[in-house]
C-alpha cells in the first residue's frame, strides 16, 4: 500500500504583506499583479470576468460552484469580443467541473486561457475574504506555473511595481479606440437578442469602461446609442445632435479619469440636456459637480446589494462592482442624494436640483440579474420624452397576467 501523496502547488497567490496561498493552476500561464477583491454573486461569472470595470483586479469569488454552467459567446459584457477586460486574474474555492447547462458553448477552464486571465483554484475563499473585510483590498500577485516552479523574485517585483488602484487612470485602456453605434436590444427566451429597427430618440454614451448590457437597456427604451472614447470632448459629443448624454460605468481613480473627464461633463450640463451616470459614470458626475470621491475600505462587489432609492422610499436588491465612492458630505448645495446603500449607507445616487441630471452608483443593468433597478433606464428617457412634450412611461409597470 502506498501512502497517501499530496499535488503539488501549480498555483499561487501572494498579498502584499507577504501571505503565500497555494492551489491548483487554472486559465491562463503566467503571472500578473494587482488589487485583490471579492465578489458575493452566486450567478453571472462570465459576466463578472468581462467587466471592464474590474480591470487591474484579481477577483476572489465567494460562490464555490463556477464554472459549473460554462461559457458562450452571448454573456461577454466587454463590447469588442477581441478585447480583454483587463482581469487580472481569478480565485476559487473549488475546482471547475464539466459545464451541465444548454447554453454552454466551451468550459471556463478553455475560455479563461483563451482570454489570458490566470486562476487559481483550492483556496479558502472564506478566509481570505474575511481578511479582506478586516483588513482592506490588498495588492497581490497570482501565477499558474504547471512545473510547480515559480519565479518569485520577477513575481514580487511585478508585485513591487503595481502601483495599486488609487490614482490610476484606468478608463483609457478599456474604452472604445472610436465612434460606433448601438442598436442590440435584450435578450429575450428562445429568441436571443434582438434589433432596434426604429429609434425613438439618441442618447450619447461616453465609454469609461461601457457593459453590453448598459446599451441594450437603453436601445430597449428606443434609444439609439453612439458610442464615443472616454476622451471625447463636449465638442465631439455634441457634433452627433444628441438628445441625451449617457456617463458609463469603468474601473480605476475617478478623481484620476476626472482630469480629462470633468471638464467635458461641465461643459455638457450647461447644455441642460437629460444625462445619466452609471458607477464611474456616477462617480465622475459627483465631480463635475464638486463634490469629492474616496477610496473604500473593502469595496462592493455583488449581486445582492441593498438600495433604497428615497425618491420613492423602495429598497430594491442591486449588482454592484466599485472600489471608489462619492462622499455625500462633499455634495454642494443644488444636488440631491437619492440612493444609498443599506449595508453602510454609503452614496449610491444623487440628482442635480430641477435639472435632468441624475446617476446612480450601481448597476441598473446588471446581467443576469437583480433587474429590481431597470426602471431607471425608463426615468432617464422620461426626461428625454418631457423635453419633447411626449407622454412619460410608468417605471413600474405590472407584469402582464
Request: glycine share 12%; charged share 20%; with cysteine.
Amino acid at each position: 500500500m502506498t501512502g497517501w501523496q499530496q499535488s503539488p502547488a501549480t498555483a499561487v497567490l501572494i498579498l502584499a504583506d507577504g501571505t503565500r496561498l497555494e492551489g491548483q493552476g487554472i486559465g491562463a500561464v503566467g503571472h500578473a499583479a494587482g488589487e485583490v477583491c471579492f465578489n458575493t454573486a452566486m450567478t453571472g461569472y462570465q459576466e463578472v470576468l468581462t467587466d471592464p470595470s474590474y480591470a487591474g483586479q484579481i477577483i476572489t469569488f465567494t460562490f464555490p460552484h463556477i464554472g459549473n454552467v460554462g461559457t458562450n459567446d452571448e454573456d461577454i459584457e466587454t463590447v469588442n469580443m477581441a478585447a480583454l477586460s483587463g482581469v487580472r486574474g481569478v480565485v476559487l474555492k473549488a475546482d471547475i467541473t464539466n459545464p451541465s447547462n444548454y447554453r454552454a458553448a466551451e468550459k471556463l477552464d478553455a475560455w479563461l486561457k483563451k482570454r489570458n486571465i490566470i486562476g487559481i483554484a483550492g483556496i479558502d475563499t472564506r478566509a481570505l475574504t474575511a481578511r479582506i473585510r478586516e483588513h482592506g483590498m490588498p495588492n497581490g500577485v497570482i501565477a499558474h506555473e504547471p512545473t510547480g516552479q515559480f519565479d518569485e523574485g520577477s513575481m514580487k517585483a511585478e508585485l513591487g511595481a503595481f502601483p495599486g488602484l488609487e490614482g490610476l487612470d484606468l478608463a483609457k485602456e478599456v474604452t472604445t479606440a472610436q465612434t460606433y453605434h448601438w442598436d442590440q436590444t435584450g435578450w429575450q427566451w428562445d429568441k436571443g437578442y434582438g434589433t432596434l429597427d426604429n429609434p425613438e430618440f439618441h442618447v450619447v454614451a461616453i465609454d469609461y469602461g461601457a457593459k453590453r448590457n448598459i446599451l441594450r437597456c437603453l436601445a430597449d427604451q428606443g434609444a439609439k446609442v453612439t458610442v464615443v472614447p472616454a476622451t471625447a470632448t463636449a465638442a465631439d459629443v455634441l457634433a452627433h445632435n444628441p438628445d441625451a448624454v449617457f456617463l458609463s460605468n469603468g474601473p480605476g481613480d475617478p478623481a484620476e479619469t476626472g482630469k480629462y473627464a470633468v471638464p467635458t461633463i461641465q461643459k455638457l450640463m450647461e447644455t441642460g440636456k437629460p444625462m445619466f451616470g452609471i458607477c464611474l459614470g456616477h462617480q465622475l458626475l459627483g465631480l463635475a459637480l464638486g463634490g469629492k470621491t474616496s477610496k473604500m475600505h473593502q469595496g462592493h462587489h455583488g449581486a445582492n446589494h441593498p438600495v433604497k432609492d428615497l425618491t420613492t422610499g423602495k429598497v430594491e436588491i442591486t449588482s454592484m462592482n466599485h472600489g471608489f465612492a462619492v462622499d455625500a458630505d462633499t455634495l454642494p448645495a443644488g444636488v440631491t442624494q437619492t440612493h444609498i446603500s443599506l449595508f453602510d449607507n454609503s452614496n449610491a445616487g444623487l440628482a442635480v436640483d430641477g435639472k435632468p441630471i441624475f446617476s446612480v452608483q450601481y448597476h441598473p443593468e446588471a446581467s443576469p440579474g437583480p433587474q429590481d433597478s431597470h426602471y431607471l433606464f425608463t426615468r432617464f428617457i422620461n426626461l428625454v420624452r418631457k423635453e419633447k412634450g411626449l407622454p412619460e412611461r410608468a417605471e413600474f409597470e405590472a407584469p402582464a397576467a
